[in-house]
């Protein structure tokens, strides 16, 4: 009987990756299991999911842990709290970790602690049609960190924290696929909700201010995507992303008109 070879897996550096979700039955397995081809291990931080997202993420390979909603920043500091290393992964239930970033970032670690304390890591957005966006209409984010220099703020609405003054940043060049939408409905759905808890949580605009930007910011929302973020590679469905984002930016502008006029 011939001898099977089997490939010994790359070890894994003291990376503790931190997911919040929400009934992400969709895609919860493939990013756990895509997070473990680096991170040592994976918390999901789940705040009250009737679906079947907890299951599947520790059947995949996760620690699951309970906690109710403390707003989009709240809940990653309960992430970061959980996580058993102080160098983090900081994934969303809907981005996948290719290979050769899970390469690149075991890189960093192959002689011991990185050269920074943050990482710039980009996020290409694959659409539900058509290839990734690899090299066009990427965001900017510092998904990988450590703990120690930088935490999450503890804000209802804002995620992503500000990058300490004289902090040096390292860059990653293989981008995180987001694998963002479903499709139209979906993502006009996670536009509307997104620009509620913004108007809300945000600090309030005088309101002359925001009926200017109601009537003329939408041209310069859906120019900001379009034209500076590059949607127009895209093609058509390019342009149909830069005028639903656009809309949705605007739609923050409307919601927090309401608010002050309610004052």
């Known amino acids: 009987m011939p001898k099977v070879m089997t490939e010994t897996p ?27 081809q680096v991170a040592d291990e994976v918390v999901v931080v789940d705040s ?13 390979g996760a620690r699951v842990i309970e906690q109710a909603w403390l707003g ?12 058993r290393h102080d160098w983090l992964l900081d994934l969303d239930a809907d981005e996948i970790v ?3 970033l899970a390469e690149e970032i075991r890189g960093l670690f192959a002689g011991g602690a990185p050269s920074h304390k943050i990482y710039r890591t980009m996020l290409a957005l694959a659409p539900p049609v058509g290839a ?7 965001q900017t984010r510092h998904k990988l960190y450590d703990r120690r220099t930088v935490r999450a703020p503890d804000h209802k609405a804002w995620d992503q924290f500000e990058i300490p003054a004289g902090a040096a940043v390292g860059r990653l060049k293989e981008p995180i696929l987001h694998y963002a ?22 600090p309030l605009k005088p309101k002359p201010y925001l009926a200017l930007r109601i009537l003329f910011g939408m041209p310069f929302y859906i120019a900001k995507k379009y034209i500076l973020q590059q949607y127009f590679r895209g093609g058509v469905y ?10 949705g930016r ?14």
Request: charged share 25%; proline share 6%.
């Open 72 to 83: 989009n920043g709240g809940q990653k500091r309960a992430g970061e709290e959980a996580c």
């Open 98 to 100: 290719t290979p050769a």
């Open 181 to 202: 939408f479903t499709g139209a409905d979906q993502f006009m759905a996670k536009l509307n909700r997104n620009s509620s808890v913004r108007a809300e949580a945000l």
């Open 10 to 36: 790359p070890p894994r550096p003291p990376i503790s990756a931190y997911i919040r979700t929400l009934n992400e039955a969709r895609m919860i397995a493939d990013v756990v299991r895509a997070a473990l």
């Open 238 to 247: 390019g342009l149909a992303l830069a005028v639903m984002s656009g809309y």
């Open 48 to 60: 009250g999911s009737t679906d079947a997202t907890r299951d599947l993420a520790r059947t995949a």
């Open 250 to 263: 605007w739609l923050r502008d409307v919601k927090m008109w309401e608010r002050a006029a309610r004052k």
């Open 132 to 138: 990734p966006w690899r090299d066009f209409g990427l």
